[in-house]
């Protein structure tokens, strides 16, 4: 609940575009902000979208963050991606600090936002 009101507080300040986050965070995500809109949220899983759900999956789960990550987040034009501090994706996002601004993180959950135009200068 704290890391979510820090979302809504920043979403406040101007916050928005699409979040790539866990599945169950991404289905609650619109009842604390209309700011972000979750990649793989409930309108994704209503639609059965099973080919996004699996990529957004893997992404979270993927101890490396590589082409194929990237390219999920550049399809989709994802601003933000919400992580578990425990997941391996966590330690990757932070070891690209430049690609991947850490902007909250608070219980067991980080936000980052994924500036694309530093994806080739920051060491994989």
Known sequence: KEFLHGVSALAQ???RGTVLAPEGLGVRLPTWTARLR???GIATIRAG??????????FQA????GPDA????RDYDVRYVITEETSPVDAALR?????FRPLLRAGELALYEWR???WSEDPP
């Not at 979208?49 to 893997?58: K, V």
């Not at 990237?70 to 987040?73: I, S």
């Not at 070891?95 to 690609?99: L, N, Y």
């Open 95 to 99: 070891a690209r600090p430049r690609s």
């Open 49 to 58: 979208d099973a080919f996004l759900l699996s990529r957004c999956a893997a």
């Open 62 to 65: 993927a101890p490396v963050v």
């Open 13 to 15: 300040q101007g916050l």
């Open 116 to 118: 694309p135009q530093y």
């Open 70 to 73: 990237a390219a999920l987040l």
């Open 38 to 40: 979750p990649l793989c």
